[in-house]
């Protein structure tokens, strides 16, 4: 029972390099997410996708792009990483964004440092 | 707009006191969901509970309990004997109808039980 699974769980970037964080869940979920763990912060929102196909901005999605490869797949990139992009991320897919009868279920998360 | 507020930064307990984490929400909405998250220190985070707004009746699940009061926009989780593996970050979540159910997560209360 894989879930939601995430890589890197590390990564350590220097100011300006570009990384993607990748996303995939075998649950056969239709709406997938990406939210950043901050310090006091909870969790923030950065895109999320409703479904296959789509994509929507988040609380904080500035510095950020997103893509939804498939129904299981949905990569996180940094274009240009910045020390206030340090972070905790964490994906999560729901079977749809309207059932909420049903949780999110949440990767391991992966913890990133910009230098 | 949603908005959830977890007054509680952090609480300090020893092992066996009851105690309880509060949970206050905002929203115009009449249809509605609330969740709590359990995030321990190995960082992952666990669903433990969802109410939706047309039910108020309280729940227990062993030594968890959940108190709903829509008269005072409250949702607050309380833990009995509290244990050293209840040590975690708890996160109180609201989505609602008017908001695409995206959820919105307070910041946390970290719990600590000490033995």
């Known amino acids: 029972n894989a879930g939601v699974t995430q890589t890197p769980k590390f990564q350590v970037l220097k100011t300006g390099q570009s990384m993607t964080l990748q996303c995939a869940q075998d649950?056969?979920?239709?709406?997938m997410y990406w939210y950043r763990q901050d310090p006091g912060m909870g969790l923030r929102l950065i895109y999320y996708?409703?479904?296959?196909?789509?994509?929507d901005k988040g609380e904080v999605p500035n510095g950020y792009n997103v893509s939804r490869l498939n129904k299981r797949e949905f990569s996180l990139r940094l274009e240009s990483a910045a020390p206030s992009q340090t972070s905790v991320y964490f994906c999560?897919?729901?079977?749809?964004?309207?059932?909420?009868?049903?949780?999110?279920?949440f990767g391991d998360g992966t913890r990133l440092s910009i230098l | 707009a949603q908005k959830v507020t977890q007054a509680q930064t952090e609480i300090s307990v020893v092992e066996k006191e009851d105690v309880t984490l509060d949970c206050v929400y905002e929203?115009?909405?009449?249809?509605?969901?609330l969740f709590w998250y359990k995030q321990p220190p190995s960082g992952e985070l666990v669903f433990l509970i969802r109410?939706?707004?047309?039910?108020?009746q309280n729940e227990i699940s062993g030594r968890y309990s959940w108190n709903f009061q829509k008269s005072t926009s409250s949702f607050n989780f309380t833990i009995t004997a509290s244990q050293v593996v209840d040590s975690a970050v708890y996160f109180c979540?609201?989505?609602?109808?008017?908001?695409?159910?995206?959820?919105?997560f307070g910041r946390g209360t970290s719990l600590i039980v000490h033995p």
């Open positions: 999560a897919s729901s079977v749809h964004r309207d059932s909420t009868n049903q949780p999110q279920h």
């Open positions: 649950m056969n979920h239709n709406s």
């Open positions: 996708s409703a479904s296959e196909g789509t994509t």
């Open positions: 929203t115009r909405d009449t249809t509605y969901y």
């Open positions: 109410r939706n707004s047309f039910d108020e």
């Open positions: 979540a609201l989505s609602e109808a008017g908001g695409s159910y995206i959820p919105t």
